[in-house]
């Protein structure tokens, strides 16, 4: 299977509706952000291993984030979890160089992460430190996309967040069951959530997460 192939096999599986995130899809090259001896398997609709025993999720899944997530150019985002890059350069697709930023917590990752980013076009900050503690420095955000699973929603990410900003999120165990959670953040500073399905994610490690 191909690029445009598996594009059109998520629209017609429901999994992308819209067309920016089907622009996303498009545009950039999977190949690019897997290990070298899974590129024949790039545009097969499953996850894939990468460095330090963690995954590229499968398009559809990141299709469904990228969907409940309902970016807009210019629309500010962290990423939680660099990993190889490929989210990442799909937002960036999305809302714009200039309104991402995305943190990763493994120094070899990200390093692999920020290359591959390069080498495929996109210049985005790729920060080295704790996830669950958000990113300060850029704040506040109107989304935060966290590519690992949470016990639960971190306080700092809320603090982060603007009025009806929203943050998407796989909660739950640190090895079963996880549901896939849209908190978009009230006036009063408490959380709204929505339910979009059960889905698999490594865990997210941290102080206000798992522990290693």
């Not at 990468?50 to 150019?73: F, G, K």
């Not at 390093?111 to 503690?133: C, F, H, M, Q």
């Not at 979009?196 to 102080?207: K, M, Q, S, Y």
Request: glycine share 8%.
């Amino acid at each position: 299977m191909d690029r445009e192939s598996l594009v059109t096999w998520l629209k017609k599986n429901g999994y992308i509706r819209t067309s920016s995130v089907e622009a996303a899809f498009l545009a950039v090259d999977r190949e690019k952000f897997v290990l070298p001896e899974h590129a024949t398997s790039a545009y097969h609709d499953s996850p894939l291993p990468i460095l330090q025993s963690q995954t590229i999720s499968a398009p559809s899944m990141i299709a469904i984030m990228l969907e409940v997530a309902e970016l807009h150019p210019e629309t500010s985002v962290l990423e939680i979890g660099c990993g190889s890059g490929y989210n990442g350069a799909l937002i960036t697709e999305i809302v714009g160089e200039d309104h991402v930023v995305t943190i990763e917590r493994i120094p070899e990752l990200a390093e692999w992460g920020r290359k591959n980013l390069e080498s495929a076009g996109y210049s985005i900050p790729v920060v080295v430190g704790d996830g669950t503690l958000g990113y300060p420095e850029r704040a506040p955000y109107n989304r935060i996309i966290s590519t690992a699973a949470a016990p639960k929603i971190p306080q700092p990410w809320i603090d982060q967040l603007t009025v009806r900003g929203m943050i998407v999120c796989p909660v739950g165990s640190r090895h079963w069951y996880q549901e896939l959670q849209v908190a978009e953040k009230t006036a009063e500073g408490r959380l709204e959530t929505t339910y979009h399905g059960g889905c698999t994610f490594v865990p997210l490690i941290g102080e206000k997460g798992f522990r290693q």
